[in-house]
């Protein structure tokens, strides 16, 4: 899972 | 995104609103606004958003940025700036170091990121903020003793919020593979253990029908 899909909240 | 997430997103906006609609109703940021807390939340924003241009998730989440932003802005700009309620904001007890917390929060974010990135260095920074941002408001309130009800209310959305948010991360790791995200998490409960003697007071006012009141 790289680093952008991590950050999908808010 | 699960309705957890939703419902945390929607009660944070709610606890937004409700300020910002109490400002301009009343012209006043009396009785208990807390500016630093105002401006903390304004910077969390502006520094874990720094990728509304470079990463695009969903339509959802690069609108709410915008909302986040102009919303927390809007709060900052009234209490600094309207004639009114500038007047209405008691600068004596709102005394919290806020300048200490700011620097405790970039060190930190300095030495525990996900990637040692300018946009991940701020990521970081704005979730540990982010947990800590609501101390100005408390001791705002613990000082003053009273607590008027919107005031009330917009603490107790903030932490509804928070609560939300954390069974939506238990949600999230029980349904998807690779759900681990510690810096978010662990922050996350400290935010939330940070409400729960605030809301131990609410539910006393709420169950006994009186003024919420905080011990001095």
């Not at chain 2, 806020?98 to 990121?113: E, G, K, N």
């Not at chain 2, 009800?149 to 349904?175: C, D, K, P, S």
Request: proline share 1%; with cysteine; net charge neutral.
């Amino acid at each position: 899972e790289d680093a952008k899909n991590a950050h999908d909240e808010l | 995104m699960n309705i957890f997430r939703f419902a945390g997103d929607m009660t944070h906006l709610m606890s937004i609103l409700i300020l910002l609609l109490k400002i301009y109703a009343t012209k006043s940021c009396a009785v208990g606004i807390s500016l630093k807390t105002q401006e903390l939340y304004a910077l969390v924003f502006l520094t874990r958003y720094l990728d509304q241009f470079t990463d695009y998730v969903s339509l959802y989440n690069s609108v709410m940025k915008v909302v986040f932003i102009a919303s927390s802005l809007a709060i900052v700009w009234c209490m600094r700036r309207h004639p009114l309620v500038r007047k209405s904001y008691d600068k004596d007890l709102d005394t919290f170091r806020h300048q200490y917390v700011l620097l405790a929060c970039f060190v930190l974010a300095l030495l525990l990121h996900e990637i040692f990135t300018f946009q991940e260095v701020f990521w970081a920074f704005s979730i540990y903020l982010e947990a800590v941002a609501i101390l100005p408001q408390l001791v705002l309130l613990q000082r003053s003793g009273n607590v008027d009800n919107l005031t009330g209310q917009y603490v107790l959305f903030l932490g509804a919020y928070r609560g939300l948010y954390i069974i939506n991360w238990i949600y999230r790791y029980f349904t998807e593979d690779h759900f681990t995200r510690w810096i978010a998490c662990v922050s996350g409960l400290v935010q939330t253990a940070l409400y729960a003697d605030f809301f131990y007071y609410y539910y006393l006012s709420w169950k006994t029908n009186t003024k919420l009141k905080l011990p001095a």
